[in-house]
């Protein structure tokens, strides 16, 4: 591998090379046909554009010519590179609130990172710990960087084109040039400002500083600024638009782009003072992606396999790391490093975070990463991704999962856990978890959640935690959850009670019915009853009541009306029935509340319970939960990657409504600012939150009862009466057999709910 370095004389004045090619002080009037002005105008730039293009070609062609150029081919030098891993990789987690990062600093061992949709500048410590700091009054943040003794956010009007709030190209008519220089402290706080309007009107990218002058970076323009804001110097013609500006070596160093997007042509050093081009580095075959600054303050260079220190004095280039060896990560694309006394900042915006490589005392080398087992009686495609991003951002733990392939292997699974044996970690369905004592055989998590320094416990909803909760403790974490409930319009239902719903079918006439036809509420009313009429804690059920008869009239009268239906109807587009079940999926599903997406103009509906008469009435769903098992030796590495799933950064990322409800209000900030709810939508939701219930024991079995003796009901082959009877002899039995289980201890009384 060789690179080129060429030192470039100082450029001629450049009014004069613009007049060697362009036109001055010449008029056109020329009278056209109005359809024909663009037209005429358009051909008269592309003249001038040509012309202008051969002039200045044939210009610098001359003067390449008439100034002789230096050229020394060297090899990158990799011979100091120690053998295997030298540095610890160690992650620094993005701010809450900012997913992917628009930019960073390193400022006293803390990492600051922005974000503009929506606008946060925040700082993350070592420990994991993260705070949100004081934006200024300005529209677009664009970059930040540290001074030695302050910290400098550059920020103003919006540029031209960027990335709306709805994830759409916005663009506004000019840029006014509103744009500043803002200084924080060590503290955080906002303590001054410097206005930027005599540099550019035009938006700017980029802000370094060497301590004493900032350096703004305009596309392809550098720009020296005063502690006033009063433009010092400007750069000529750097030969290419500019991608990164950093000072570094008493000198400004920018990264030039290539052909390809963001592929580095080529390093220019420019005087700090006039910022005329002293010097230029030629990066082909280098695959140079980013720059940074050493301990000592000189140039730093980033490839895709090593981290490299040039010296454009003595015409060197060394390579003093290579990534692949000090982590287990692919990760080849940081865009800015810093070297401190222990060892390197590296980060980039494309990332979820900061990496630290801490290098290790001489000699030193670091273990094999500490296996942790984890069997998936779920879905393992989502927890083999996090599984994944985790080992990157920790390489000293590898997740090793066996995914189930089917209920008989999750039931061996279990048995084994059993007898003492098992993994370090499971991941089931809630339906999965089967007769067994949370508390015999997997940790309480509270205990870990409450030594946590990112402090998990007080970012979930407490009536969320609680239905997290059993025997006192938490054995089972979810990421995610759901609400399950139904909405109706308040005009034509007044309570969702089975009584009262049956009974406005029937003054409603015969076209309408309980449930929209969109519903399969066979399933759900299961579901719900086995909720309702259940008290597992006391081994008891009672489904011959009149409640319950109730239920089962209404799930015939809306079987008899789904038979009448023609077999051509588009039964979605149906909106006869009295009740919408809906579930709540994510933040998104409240814009389109029951009824909004599909028929816009029932904006008037509201959410109602399931019929029932017993209190709760929506359900909190939980997907699939994790444990740790109290036998297991890796019980640290396991809660380190359950941290690591509750962290801010992959909450975030989930599909579902987010356990931590920090993200979750983030989200709806979002969808508040762009219209697309309300602060009431949001109380509102919130409500049925605390309002819901989650059944703390297994409801399948009770499900699968009823629903096999309704059939015999719908078909009219048996009345009321004799359903609920069955249902309650079959379902007793069940639970009275179930009672002398140990899965039941501790399960929250029905008369405790009612």
């Known amino acids: 591998m060789e690179v080129t370095i060429r030192q470039v004389p100082a450029q001629p004045d450049i009014q004069e090379q613009q007049e060697a090619w362009l036109f001055h002080g010449t008029k056109y009037s020329v009278e056209v046909n109005p359809m024909k002005k663009v037209t005429i105008f358009v051909s008269l730039l592309l003249l001038l554009f040509l012309t202008a293009c051969d002039a200045r070609s044939n210009a610098l062609d001359a003067q390449k010519e008439a100034q002789p150029q230096a050229e020394v081919s060297l090899p990158v030098d990799i011979s100091g590179l120690p053998e295997g891993q030298c540095y610890r990789q160690m992650p620094y987690l993005n701010p809450i609130g900012i997913s992917y990062p628009e930019g960073q600093c390193v400022w006293n061992d803390k990492v600051y ?15 994991g710990n993260s705070e949100a700091l004081e934006l200024p009054d300005a529209e677009f943040i664009y970059s930040v960087c540290e001074t030695g003794d302050t910290l400098a956010l550059l920020a103003g009007a919006n540029p031209l084109f960027f990335a709306g709030t709805d994830d759409e190209q916005s663009a ?4 006014d040039g509103g744009h500043a220089i803002y200084l924080y402290d060590e503290t955080g706080h906002l303590t001054g400002s410097i206005p930027l309007a005599e540099c550019s009107a035009d938006a700017p990218y980029e802000l370094d500083s060497n301590g004493t002058d900032y350096f703004v970076l305009f596309s392809d323009t550098v720009v020296r600024v005063g502690a006033d804001g009063t433009e010092l110097a400007k750069s000529g013609d750097i030969g290419g638009r500019l ?23 080529k390093i220019v050093r420019l005087n700090a003072q006039t910022l005329e081009t002293e010097t230029e580095l030629s990066c082909d075959g280098l695959d140079i992606q980013g720059m940074g600054k050493a301990a000592d303050g000189t140039l730093l260079l980033i490839s895709g396999e090593y981290l490299l220190r040039p010296n454009f004095d003595a015409g060197t280039l060394t390579a003093i790391l290579r990534w692949a060896d000090n982590a287990s990560t692919s990760v080849n694309n940081y865009r800015s490093v810093m070297e401190t006394e222990s060892g390197f900042f590296a980060w980039n915006s494309d990332v979820e975070v900061a990496c630290f490589y801490e290098k290790l005392p001489d000699g030193e080398t670091l273990e094999d990463p500490t296996v942790i087992t984890l069997f998936a009686g779920a879905g393992s495609y989502e927890i083999e991704l996090a599984a994944a991003g985790f080992q990157k951002l920790y390489p000293q733990y590898c997740i090793d999962i066996t995914a189930a392939e089917s209920d008989e292997q999750t039931e061996l699974a279990l048995t084994e856990l059993g007898a003492g044996k098992g993994y370090d970690m499971y991941m089931l369905y809630d339906s999965q978890w089967t007769q067994m004592d949370d508390s015999v055989f997997f940790e309480d998590l509270t205990r870990w959640m409450e030594a946590d320094s990112t402090k998990p416990l007080e970012r979930i909803r407490p009536s969320v935690l609680q239905q997290m909760q059993k025997n006192g403790g938490i054995y089972r974490l979810p990421l995610t959850y759901t609400i399950l409930t139904y909405a109706a319009d308040p005009e034509q239902l007044s309570d969702s009670r089975p009584e009262t719903v ?8 015969e076209e309408l019915y309980p449930f929209t036809f969109v519903t399969d509420y066979s399933s759900q009313m299961a579901r719900r009853c086995a909720i309702d009429y259940v008290d597992a804690a006391q081994g008891t059920c009672n489904f011959e009541c009149d409640s319950f008869y109730a239920q089962l009239a209404l799930l015939r009268r809306q079987k008899a009306a789904l038979d009448t239906l023609p077999k051509n109807l588009d039964v979605a587009a149906t909106c006869d029935g009295l009740l919408y079940y809906y579930v709540i999926l994510s933040a998104d599903s409240i814009v389109y509340q029951p009824g909004r997406y599909l028929y ?21 769903n939980f997907s699939s939960m994790l444990s740790i098992n109290t036998q297991s030796e890796q019980k640290a590495g396991a809660w380190a990657f359950l941290s690591y799933l509750l962290s801010e950064s992959y909450q975030q990322s989930m599909n579902y409504l987010p356990v931590s409800d920090t993200v979750l209000q983030e989200q709806f900030a979002q969808l508040l600012a762009q219209e697309k709810i309300t602060q009431k939508d949001i109380d509102t939701f919130y409500a049925l939150v605390d309002y819901a219930q989650k059944p703390d024991y297994p409801t399948e079995p009770i499900e699968k009862i009823i629903q096999e003796e309704m059939a015999a009901y719908i078909d009219g082959a048996i009345d009321e009466e004799t359903t609920a009877e069955r249902i309650q002899s079959r379902a007793g039995l069940y639970l009275m057999e179930q009672k002398e ?7 929250e009384s029905k008369e405790t709910r009612r």
């Open 113 to 127: 990172s922005f974000s503009n949709v929506p606008a946060k500048l925040g700082v993350t410590d070592a420990n």
């Open 172 to 175: 506004q008519a000019s840029s």
């Open 243 to 265: 991608l990164q500006l950093v000072c570094a070596d008493g000198a400004v160093f920018g990264r030039v782009e290539g052909d390809a997007i963001y592929q580095t042509e």
């Open 502 to 509: 049956l009974q406005a079918c029937e003054h409603g006439g």
């Open 600 to 620: 816009p103009e029932l904006k008037q509906y509201v959410y109602y319970a399931y019929p029932s008469d017993y209190a709760g009435g929506c359900q909190l």
């Open 741 to 747: 289980s140990f899965f039941l201890n501790g399960t």
